[in-house]
């Protein structure tokens, strides 16, 4: 199953020693085939609204800082537990900060038999 | 604290880190059977103390650190009963026990071979001496850190056989005194594929998976893409192994796409492509990429890859490149030339160059013991004789297919086809063309509706069985559920040979047509020489008409077809066309169908040299070595010649394009990634340097005021310009004018053809050079693909 993984908040400074251990992490979790996605976001982006047909379009920021979601991660695990373990190990790296794991509903969450 | 149940925390730490733990204790134990137990104590500690004290910060460590401890213990009172008896951590426990080091200490330096422990670990769970049976619950077990419950669901027995299994082979691994390594010399390569068979088995086992069971059956495929991840980690430089991690992950990636709502398989030309998973095929691709760069000759995982990268390539089942699986096919049945390959080969060719090349195969295969009663040979026969409008066989064979298959809806539809078959061939003289279409829609349309009626337990997407899918490599039959569509792939009227091969020769002689449809369906011919052939005879058919007799095809009307069609093409192209009217016109000749001075008025034609011949790699290996090359200009040639991709996209890269961890950088205008390896990605860090944005390669100096490039193409820390391909042509002309015996110096267009030209010598085949060059058409990368080409086109 797919969960992903996003960080909110402003970033510190990253140091270089920790940037190098995330490097090697993010780099073995892709080989190992469970990272499939990562990256950083903009800070702001684009708001789009649509209310009763109408598309409205402004230019962020919008949420406060902290609030923001900066990065994110979609990840490949076994199960609820193995992605929270996996996102613990990103955590220690990091150190401070806040973000959630989400499940990401695929094909085999589809109402009645469905795929497989 | 977290919320989440610590049972489950605990299994999901073991899973993530059985590998490694059981593997670390075998090397210190010397037994399989008393690791798995040692570990096993580690995690009912976990059970005990977690829910109490709380999940560890750092749960792995804590399991392995417990494990290992316990390890000693054991090694200790071994020791103290024992003491003459030599083991295999003899040296360690002495250690310890002299006090000389810590526990801990002892047990770091051990970490540092963790990687080749699991290795280890891997090819004794798949050692011979046991049945494929315990291979695979004993991989799963250590490997995959299953439990035995797990395992029992998945494979669909009780856990007292699993159980039962994994004891056994725990004993047999013991008793035959396996010892814990990695084979080298020639066991390697045989034991190695013994891993890659248990992998593959676990894949298939999940792939077989239907609506309805137990969900742990589907989720070994993706246990078994880890297990085969961690391999390709382990072993970067076996090109089979990532040929497999690519098969698979490119047939998991239509997993969402290869049932329908109520679970019935789909085939693999009626899926919704667009719900094929990109990230996956992306995977698949990059797996596959690995696997040239290993550069092995070409083994049975990566040329099923390769063909199943053909399928993900293409966006519709129109577009798919059926010549080249038919290719890919011909170069499989080398490596595993059995019978399923080959009939799978027939209808590749099928489609590819029409019904009549299919069955010239299939003929072959009917005298085959291994496909006796293998219903999918008359099927596939049947189908290729619906098309070439000769229902009344088409008929017996469907009859026959029907009465093999074990499959009630398979059955079904067989006899459907085989009733629609029997009204065709009563219905005579209408246009049987039409007809044969017709025919195999309603074959197209069966089992899709019927399968879903059926238990349908095996019935997958039998795209994969029609390319050569598990079972074939490992040896055993294929099962026969679950092939349904195999016969139905061959069906699509995509092909023109579908729509005239039902028409005969006229009573007044053999045409054109007919002649060639024969010639093109002999035996023993390639792919490639088909191909070859086909394009110069259709071209007579188009200006002849193909219902002209042959005899009335003189050698004068040839030679007009010839001037008009080849006239002003290079000699080489004249050549092919010629060889290839020269050895249809003495075959018909043979038949005393033509003359076979057919091609006489043609004269042969000087070839000048290849246009781009290959720079030769000792001069190139000695260019990057050359200390006053500038980084810029040493960055880009490396960067032209690993990635083999076009000059204006290489200078088209921003700062902002580069994945340098991921070795590839995108270039944006044509969504292509641009890959490079180890030499240029040395390099690029210094030529960005604290560059954040804008061209890669810039210019030596600023742009003079009259001639301000687009905002794009400045640097925004330096101010200067995007490096022009006349000027990087220049360059790499110059510096390259004393290598080059006309004196010139080489284009950086042969600098990346030379690239080309030296993975096609290392035997990339075309799919893989195209997806790492961008080359949109496989015709325009013919002189570097090593498929094997027919003699008499090339002389």
């Known amino acids: 199953m797919r969960f992903l993984m996003t960080t909110k908040g402003t970033d510190p400074n990253p140091d270089a020693a920790m940037m190098a251990e995330m490097g090697a992490f993010i780099e073995e979790m892709t080989r190992a085939g469970v990272l499939l996605a990562t990256g950083g976001l903009e800070p702001g982006g684009v708001r789009m609204v649509s209310s009763a047909g109408e598309i409205t379009v402004t230019d962020g920021p919008f949420t406060e800082a902290k609030e923001a979601i900066v990065s994110f991660a979609l990840i490949e695990a076994r199960s609820r537990e193995e992605a929270v373990e996996l996102a613990r190990r990103f955590w220690r790296i990091v150190g401070d900060g806040e973000g959630t794991v989400q499940r990401v509903f695929g094909p085999e969450d589809a109402p009645g038999p469905g795929p497989r | 604290m977290t919320s989440l149940d610590a049972h489950a925390v605990v299994d999901a730490v073991w899973k993530m880190e059985s590998a490694r733990i059981v593997a670390g204790l075998v090397r210190m134990v010397g037994d399989v059977g008393l690791a798995e137990e040692l570990a096993q104590d580690a995690v009912l500690a976990a059970l005990e103390q977690w829910p109490e004290a709380g999940v560890p910060d750092n749960p792995g460590a804590w399991l392995m650190t417990i494990a290992k401890r316990r390890a000693v213990d054991h090694l200790r009172r071994e020791e103290r009963r024992d003491r003459g008896q030599e083991r295999l951590a003899h040296d360690l426990v002495t250690s310890v026990d002299d006090g000389a080091r810590d526990v801990d200490d002892v047990l770091g330096a051990l970490d540092g071979e963790v990687g080749d422990d699991v290795l280890r670990l891997m090819f004794v769970s798949c050692h011979p001496v046991l049945s494929t049976e315990a291979r695979v619950a004993l991989t799963l077990r250590l490997i995959g850190g299953l439990r035995t419950d797990e395992i029992a669901r998945a494979f669909l027995v009780s856990e007292s056989a699993v159980a039962q299994r994994i004891v056994r082979a725990k004993r047999a691994l013991a008793d035959a005194h396996v010892p814990f390594e990695v084979p080298s010399g020639p066991e390697r390569a045989a034991r190695l594929s013994s891993v890659l068979e248990v992998i593959y088995l676990v894949f298939n086992e999940g792939y077989s998976a239907t609506a309805g069971d137990d969900l742990m059956r589907p989720s070994l495929c993706l246990e078994a893409l880890r297990l085969g991840r961690v391999l390709a980690e382990l072993t970067p430089d076996e090109a089979e192994v990532h040929g497999l991690v690519a098969l698979m992950e490119l047939q998991q990636s239509r997993s969402a796409a290869r049932t329908g709502p109520s679970g019935e398989p789909v085939p693999l030309h009626e899926q919704s492509r667009g719900r094929w998973d990109p990230l996956l095929i992306r995977r698949g691709f990059a797996a596959l990429l690995r696997a040239r760069e290993a550069g092995a000759p070409l083994g049975p995982y990566v040329l099923q890859a390769a063909i199943a990268a053909c399928h993900a390539r293409a966006a519709t089942p129109e577009e798919t490149d059926w010549p080249q699986i038919a290719a890919l096919y011909e170069a499989l049945v080398r490596v595993l030339p059995t019978p399923v390959v080959q009939l799978n080969r027939a209808v590749a060719l099928a489609m590819a160059y029409g019904p009549r090349a299919g069955l010239t195969l299939v003929e072959t295969l009917t005298g085959e013991p291994a496909l006796k009663g293998y219903h999918l040979l008359p099927a596939v026969r049947g189908d290729l004789l619906a098309r070439l409008g000769r229902h009344g066989e088409a008929r017996a064979e469907f009859d026959r297919a029907a009465s093999l298959t074990r499959n009630a809806a398979e059955r079904a539809v067989l006899l459907r086809r085989a009733a629609t078959c029997a009204e065709e061939a009563g219905r005579a003289n209408t246009a049987k063309a039409v007809k044969a279409v017709n025919a195999g829609r309603t074959g197209q349309?069966?089992?899709?509706?019927?399968?879903?009626?059926?238990?349908?337990?095996?019935?997958?997407?039998?795209?994969?069985?029609?390319?050569?899918?598990?079972?074939?490599?490992?040896?055993?039959?294929?099962?026969?559920?679950?092939?349904?569509?195999?016969?139905?792939?061959?069906?699509?009227?995509?092909?023109?040979?579908?729509?005239?091969?039902?028409r005969r020769a006229a009573d007044a002689g053999v045409t054109l047509g007919a002649a060639m449809r024969l010639f093109l369906a002999r035996p023993g011919l390639s792919a490639d020489t088909v191909r070859s052939y086909n394009q110069t005879l259709s071209r007579l058919c188009r200006h002849l008409g193909e219902d002209i007799p042959l005899r009335d095809m003189t050698s004068h009307l040839a030679a007009e077809v010839f001037a008009a069609a080849w006239g002003t093409a290079a000699g080489a192209t004249w050549n092919r066309h010629r060889a290839a009217l020269r050895s249809f016109a003495s075959w018909a000749a043979e038949h005393g169908w033509a003359a076979a001075s057919l091609a006489a008025p043609l004269d042969r034609r000087p070839e000048p040299r290849a246009r781009t011949r290959p720079i030769d790699r000792s001069l190139l290996r000695g260019l990057w070595e050359r200390p006053e090359t500038p980084l810029r200009e040493r960055t880009l040639w490396l960067l032209l010649y690993e990635s083999a991709a076009p000059a204006e996209w290489a200078l088209s890269l921003d700062v902002e394009d580069l994945d340098l961890p991921g070795m590839r950088g995108e270039v944006r205008t044509r969504g292509h990634w641009l890959r490079w390896q180890s030499g240029t990605a040395a390099l690029l860090p210094l030529l960005v340097g604290d560059r954040r944005r804008g061209p890669l390669f810039l210019a030596d100096r600023r742009p003079g005021p009259g001639r301000m490039p687009a905002v794009a193409d400045l640097c925004p820390h330096t101010g200067r310009g995007r490096l022009s391909y006349e000027r990087a042509e220049y360059l790499f002309k110059r510096a390259t004018r004393d290598l080059d015996p006309e004196g010139g110096g080489y284009t950086l267009h042969r600098l990346r053809h030379s690239r080309l030209a030296h993975l096609g010598e290392d035997g990339w085949s075309a799919p893989m050079l195209m997806s790492l060059s961008g080359h949109a058409s496989a015709r325009s990368l013919h002189g570097f693909v090593r498929v094997p080409r027919p003699a008499d086109t090339v002389a």
């Open chain 2, 445 to 502: 349309a069966g089992p899709a509706e019927t399968v879903n009626a059926a238990k349908a337990g095996k019935s997958g997407d039998t795209a994969e069985a029609g390319e050569g899918g598990p079972a074939e490599t490992a040896g055993q039959p294929p099962r026969a559920a679950g092939r349904a569509d195999s016969a139905k792939r061959v069906t699509p009227a995509a092909t023109p040979g579908g729509r005239t091969g039902g």
